[in-house]
Antibody, heavy 124, light 111 residues
Framework: EVQLVESGGGLVQPGGSLRLSCAAS????????MSWVRQAPGKGLEWVSV???????YYADSVKGRFTISRDNSKNTLYLQMNSLRAEDTAVYYC??????????????????WGKGTTVTVSS | QSVLTQPPSVSAAPGQKVTISCSGS????????VSWYQQLPGTAPKLLIY???KRPSGIPDRFSGSKSGTSATLGITGLQTGDEADYYC????????????FGGGTKLTVL
């Protein structure tokens, strides 16, 4: 069964760090584009970061320079290292798999597999 | 402020039809495929429509999608109380600053 399971959330003080994990089963993380998406309490979905199958990484402006997406191919696991956390980073964090393709000009991707999410609370 | 614009809420009676719009620009909807996600209360988002108008296995044909220019629309017919959820459009964005964008979400109420 294709599945994603997040872990690592919790309560952290402002300025602190946290590392989220997303364990995949049923497919290979390194063969897919993978993303982190977050949802603040009562708010909509916000794209956070992506890692391409080739290893390139991209970030939303709101987390650039503070968050790092990575993967461990041997563990088939995606990570999100979050540093310098702020109150506004409080959210449920979901990992998601992209399916689809692109031709370098047009992008035909969609997020077809989602985890259940892990909650991050930044508060003193 | 989301890059893609959706109405905050829509409502209709059971059995009726509803549409949810999603408006963007040439850097996102205009040149890339749109997908739609359903988020039932307290759960993770679930893929509902991909490639503008395709349904994943297990999604009933009461759900449909379309795209024209820089806008997309989700349609739901034969509304059921179990359809009450938040619905989000999403697509790739070809601008330099972001890779993926979501709409702000639309809360569907089945009266």
């Amino acid at each position: 069964e294709v599945q994603l399971v997040e872990s690592g959330g919790g309560l952290v003080q402002p300025g602190g760090s946290l590392r989220l994990s997303c364990a995949a089963s049923g497919f290979t993380v390194s063969s897919n584009y993978m993303s982190w998406v977050r949802q603040a309490p009562g708010k909509g979905l916000e794209w956070v970061s992506v890692i391409y199958s080739g290893g390139s990484t991209y970030y939303a402006d709101s987390v650039k320079g503070r968050f790092t997406i990575s993967r461990d191919n041997s563990k088939n696991t995606l990570y999100l290292q979050m540093n310098s956390l702020r109150a506004e980073d409080t959210a449920v964090y979901y990992c998601a798999r992209y399916s689809g393709y692109d031709n370098g000009w047009y992008y035909y991707y969609y997020m077809d597999v989602w985890g259940k999410g892990t909650t991050v609370t930044v508060s003193s | 402020q989301s890059v893609l614009t959706q109405p905050p809420s829509v409502s209709a009676a059971p059995g009726q039809k509803v549409t949810i719009s999603c408006s963007g620009s040439s850097s996102n909807i205009g040149n890339n495929y749109v997908s739609w996600y359903q988020q039932l209360p307290g759960t993770a988002p679930k893929l509902l429509i991909y490639d503008n108008n395709k349904r994943p296995s297990g999604i009933p044909d009461r759900f449909s999608g379309s795209k024209s220019g820089t806008s997309a629309t989700l349609g739901i017919t034969g509304l059921q109380t179990g359809d009450e959820a938040d619905y989000y459009c999403g697509t790739w964005d070809s601008s330099l600053s972001v890779n993926w964008v979501f709409g702000g979400g639309t809360k569907l109420t089945v009266l």
